[in-house]
């Protein structure tokens, strides 16, 4: 009888699973804003979609205008995610009031929440095998577009737009198709390289930090040549006047020998020795 009890929990469990993801889906067709904090630019604002309460995204007069420089100063060939962190730190422009980071940047750009939805926009995604819900006649460029996750993507979602389905949204634009577009093809022809998961250059690696802004020491390694520890706020944007240059040679040694000097005091315990039994060595001569 438990067993039964168990086996139709389960099967409510998973019936419970779908009809929420079928929900998901059936509201993003739709163009809902699904919960969550709006991207950076838009404010959220009560409303009412098909009868249904929900809420639209405003855009937010002063972080539109730095979402605005930001695709424009990336939509330049030369321009890197370091030399827009680096400009934003030096106008001391922070965003959710804290400096901002190469990867927040590198999401915001991805996002067409910001695009105009018009035709350059559908035919674009609809070369990269994205699902577009909308017919070609709804791209009339004024709206935004809500890009969500499809059921069976399993690749790179921020390189691979193939199977996610793209909707016209409820809000505005802020950025033209072509900027928006521009940047788009740029971050696709980047190259990236995936970080180590375990410290390779130093086994100080998570143990350091600056002592300005408390962010990691990074050791940076170039071949045939002296590595340092640098400040990872500092090779970020330059938001922190950093530690100087530390040879990551020497500071590991020194670290290391503070280390043996801490532990002479400490007494080190030996495996007990085994005492000689003189009649187990008797017994052992007779049978021998």
Excluded at 115 to 133: N, P, R, T
Excluded at 178 to 196: I, P, S, V
Excluded at 218 to 229: D, E, I, L, M, Q
């Amino acid at each position: 009888m438990l067993n039964i009890c168990i086996v139709f929990a389960q099967l409510e469990r998973e019936t419970i699973q779908k009809r929420v993801t079928d929900a998901y889906y059936s509201r993003c067709l739709k163009g809902f804003h699904m919960s969550g904090q709006a991207p950076y630019g838009y404010q959220l604002e009560p409303t009412v979609v098909e009868g249904i309460r929900t809420k639209k995204m405003v855009a937010d007069p002063i972080a539109a205008d730095h979402v605005r420089l930001m695709f424009e100063m990336y939509a330049e060939p030369e321009t890197s995610f370091g030399d827009i962190t680096r400009y934003f730190e030096e106008q001391g422009i922070k965003i959710y009031e804290k400096s901002m980071v190469r990867s927040f940047l590198s999401q915001l750009l991805r996002n067409p929440v910001y695009a105009q939805a018009d035709l350059e926009l559908y035919e674009f995604f609809k070369s990269q095998g994205a699902a577009i819900v909308n017919d070609a006649s709804d791209f009339a460029g004024t709206n935004g577009c809500y890009l969500y996750q499809g059921r069976d993507v399993k690749e790179d979602k921020d390189r691979c737009l193939k199977d996610q389905i793209l909707v016209i949204a409820p809000h505005k634009a802020l950025i033209s198709s072509d900027t928006w577009l521009k940047c788009r093809k740029k971050l696709m022809a980047n190259t990236t390289f995936q970080q180590g998961r375990k410290p390779k250059n130093t086994w100080l690696a998570g143990k350091i930090k600056c002592g300005h802004c408390g962010y990691a020491l990074k050791a940076t390694h170039v071949p045939n040549s002296t590595g340092y520890f640098r400040c990872t706020k500092r090779t970020e944007n330059k938001g922190c006047p950093g530690c100087g240059k530390i040879r990551k040679e020497e500071f590991e040694q020194f670290i290391f020998s503070a280390m043996q000097e801490k532990f002479k005091d400490f007494q080190i315990l030996h495996g007990r020795e085994e005492k000689v039994n003189p009649k187990l060595t008797a017994y052992q001569v007779e049978l021998a």
